[in-house]
C-alpha cells in the first residue's frame, strides 16, 4: 500500500509539524495578531497605515477581517512586515500523517469487509471474527493504494 518514499516524506513532514504542536499555543488573541503587536508596539492605526501604505480606516478593516478569520494572506503579510515580523503559515495535521493513512485505509477496508461478512451471513457462510484483524491488514495491504484512500465511495 505504501511506497517507501512517501511514507520517508510523511514521516519527515510529521517531525517538523511536532514542533508547532499544541497548537493552542499560537492561537490569536481576542483581537487578532495585527492589532495585538501593534497596541504592544505602542504603535497607532495611523502609523501601521504609513508603513502599509494604507490609510487608518484601512488598518481598522485589516484588523476587524483578521479577527472575523477572513483576512487574505497576503494582506497578513503586509501587515506582519509593516510590524516587523514575519508571517508563518502552517496546515498543522491533529495527529500524525501516519496515524491519517491508516485510519483512513482501515475505515475503508472495514466497511468493504463487512459488506462481505453480511453477504456471507445471509447465505449462511459466516466467518469467524476472530481473524477479522488479519483479513482487514490483508485487504489493506493487498486492496488499497494511498490514492485510494481518498476516493469516495
Known sequence: MK????TRGRLRLDERLRALQPIDRFRAPPKGWVRALRDALGMTGAQLGTRIGVRPQTVEAIEKSEAAGTIQLNTLRRAAEALDCTLVY?????????TVIEARARKIATRELQRVAHTMRLEAQ????????SRVQAYIRDRLSERDLWNEP
Open 126 to 133: 459466516g466467518t469467524d471474527e476472530a481473524d477479522f484483524e
Open 3 to 6: 511506497s517507501d518514499s512517501r
Open 90 to 98: 502552517a496546515l498543522v495535521p491533529n495527529s500524525s500523517l501516519e
